[in-house]
Nanobody, 112 residues
């Protein structure tokens, strides 16, 4: 079992930046492969970015070049640095343990 707690969301103007954090606790092996997803009102949840055991990263085309996923193993935290934010990035952002299929509660990002 693993617990995931997201933070760092907020309201920013277009072109601004935010850094989301996903603090993890519980079974360490569950955090080997982690992802960020987002869900905008009226839309399906979509993949944003992922990082695996070897720290290989993947990104949705819509965020490539603007978002960066990373991890700090000592702090057991996954980050999503979001730059050049656009209004279409507005959504609830969720952290997910791909290894164990656990989800956090989400953090809201609003870009105006």
């Amino acid at each position: 079992q693993v617990q995931l707690v997201e933070s760092g969301g907020g309201s920013v103007q277009a072109g601004g930046s935010l850094r989301l954090s996903c603090a993890t606790s519980g079974y360490t092996f569950c955090t080997g492969s982690m992802s960020w997803y987002r869900q905008a009102p009226g839309k399906e949840r979509e993949f944003v970015s992922g990082i695996n055991l070897r720290d290989s990263t993947t990104y949705a085309d819509s965020v490539k070049g603007r978002f960066t996923i990373s991890r700090d193993n000592g702090k057991k935290t996954i980050y999503l640095q979001m730059n050049s934010l656009k209004p279409e990035d507005t959504a609830m952002y969720y952290c997910r343990s791909d290894t164990c299929d656990y989800w956090g509660q989400g953090t809201q990002v609003t870009v105006s």
